[in-house]
């Protein structure tokens, strides 16, 4: 069992930076690769980023790349969404999982979840 509890949302301006972070604890959590999902209201829960269990792979949507950054500090089993130049469209609540493959972009195929974290973006 996995239990991962995010924090760092909030309100920012379009162009402004945020840093998610994503506490993981339970057996073997370091063996996981970890992802971050977003969802905003009336919508499906769509991937955004992932990271390897060893932090050698990351995986990112489209509509992310070269503005955020994934990244693990398994000493401290935490996972981090470093969020850049943020744009109105970004708003949504944001997700951790835990899984086996960071290459996974369905939701589905993600054991364990995250209560969520609440990000704005205004224009």
């Known amino acids: 069992q996995v239990q991962l509890v995010e924090s760092g949302g909030g309100s920012v301006q379009a162009g402004g930076s945020l840093r998610l972070s994503c506490a993981a604890s339970g057996r073997a959590v370091s063996t996981y690769a970890m992802g971050w999902f977003r969802q905003a209201p009336g919508n499906e829960r769509v991937f955004v980023a992932a990271?390897?269990?060893?932090?050698?792979?990351?995986n990112y949507a489209d509509s992310v790349k070269g503005r955020f950054a994934v990244s693990r500090g398994n000493a401290e089993n935490t996972v981090y969404l470093q969020m850049s130049s943020l744009k109105p469209e970004d708003t949504a609540v944001y997700y951790c999982?835990?899984?086996?493959?960071?290459?996974?972009?369905?939701?589905?195929?993600?054991?364990?979840w995250g209560q969520g974290t609440q990000v704005t973006v205004s224009s």
């Open positions: 999982a835990a899984g086996s493959l960071s290459t996974q972009r369905n939701a589905r195929d993600w054991g364990y």
């Open positions: 990271i390897s269990w060893n932090g050698k792979n990351t």
